[in-house]
């Protein structure tokens, strides 16, 4: 089955600074790449996702790209605000297994103001 | 609300006790998923159905646990004689068959005594 990884678990960055969070992914049919932002006692939000015929994506803030050579992708978080504080899950799926989402383990992002 | 929605969203139990939680996806959604959260870690895939279909259980899913969907629209996940172990958030998503993105409830969190 498919294995995610992700790195790092915890990510402290300033207000205003840039935050990357890396996942590498084992299952060369994977082809679906979305994100989530679980806040605490919150469900998992879908913040973006990426197909695998795409190299990369943006959506204001935030943008995911994509090298399906290496089989991993990141998420980039650009002029972080307090409100980007939460934790953020990748996970991998493939149209073969129906769509079902193998998670990363998260990364606990904090925004200091 | 017309997002997916769970019931109850908090049940505490003794060990051995049955319990029963509920999922009633968004309206139109035929594909519904649940999963297993433990406190640190991503979700965890359990099972899904297609309409009232149950098309695949992970070996998670050990016998105790049990889901229907009977008419393809809301569903229940039943653990018999639960354990310790079982304490977790229980997460359910759906979408529509098709299509990647799954929307999650706020899920049922558990705790076995």
């Known amino acids: 089955g498919e294995n995610v990884e992700q790195h790092p678990s915890t990510l402290s960055v300033q207000e205003g600074d840039s935050a990357v969070i890396k996942c590498t992914y084992s299952?060369?049919?994977?082809?679906?790449f979305p994100w989530y932002k679980q806040e605490l006692g919150k469900r998992p939000q879908l913040i973006i996702d990426?197909?695998?015929?795409?190299g990369e994506k943006k959506d204001q803030r935030i943008a995911v790209t994509l090298n399906k050579t290496a089989k991993h992708f990141s998420l980039h978080i650009t002029e972080t605000q307090p409100e980007d504080s939460a934790v953020y899950f990748c996970a991998a799926s493939s149209w073969s297994n129906d769509y079902k989402l193998s998670f990363g383990a998260g990364t606990t992002v904090t925004v200091r103001a | 609300d017309t997002g997916v929605s769970q019931n109850p969203r908090h049940k505490i139990t003794k060990r051995g006790q049955n319990v029963t939680f509920r999922c009633d996806p968004i309206s139109e959604h035929n594909r519904l998923y649940w999963y297993r959260q433990t406190l640190g870690q991503g979700p965890e895939f359990l099972t899904y159905?297609?309409?009232?279909?149950?098309?695949?259980k992970s070996r998670l899913l050990s016998d105790r646990f049990s889901a229907e969907r009977p008419k393809g629209s809301f569903s229940t996940l039943e653990i018999q004689r639960t354990e310790q172990g079982d304490s977790a958030m229980y997460l359910c998503?759906?979408?529509?068959?098709?299509?990647?993105?799954?929307?999650f409830g706020p899920g049922t969190r558990l705790t076995v005594l």
């Open positions: 299952d060369s049919a994977s082809n679906y």
């Open positions: 990426i197909r695998s015929n795409v």
């Open positions: 998503a759906s979408s529509l068959a098709g299509y990647n993105e799954q929307f």
């Open positions: 159905f297609q309409n009232e279909a149950q098309l695949e």
